[in-house]
């Protein structure tokens, strides 16, 4: 595309500019949003979603992946509370384990369940099926 002699954009060069920014939107949101590096099989994604586009899916993904790092958070405020422990019991509640936390930390991002704590075993688990493997 070339500048016309006032340095302005022509009429062509701004529509063909417009028409891909479009279909790039169109790819990106709308019903042909099969560009996707995403797993459908893969236990990060909600299986119980409809989404289709690559919007959707990353949206899945990231609450999925959000679940798993609050676990990893959780053991690990267990872990560190059972070795400074003198007795070297488990935290009695999640609340003990991990402070200065917003009280829906302890939920799963997806369900909004609450995570499942075991005191005696010292073990927390999410309640959402496909998160049963984090």
Known sequence: ???????????I?????????????????GKGGGLSSVKSNSGLVDQSSN????????????????CRERLNQIRLGI????????????????????????PDYFKCPVSGQAYIYDPAAG?????????AKF
């Open 13 to 29: 060069g701004l529509l063909v500019v417009v028409a891909i920014i479009g279909v790039a939107i169109y790819f990106m949101f």
């Open 79 to 102: 872990n560190t509370f059972k070795v400074s422990d003198p007795n070297g019991a488990n935290p009695p509640s999640l609340r003990d384990a991990v402070s200065n936390v917003a």
């Open 123 to 131: 073990t927390v688990r999410c309640p959402y099926p496909s998160h």
């Open 51 to 66: 989404k289709q586009t690559v919007y959707g899916k990353a949206i899945d993904t990231a609450k999925g992946t959000d």
């Open 1 to 11: 595309m070339r500048l016309n002699n006032r340095g302005n954009w022509s009429l």
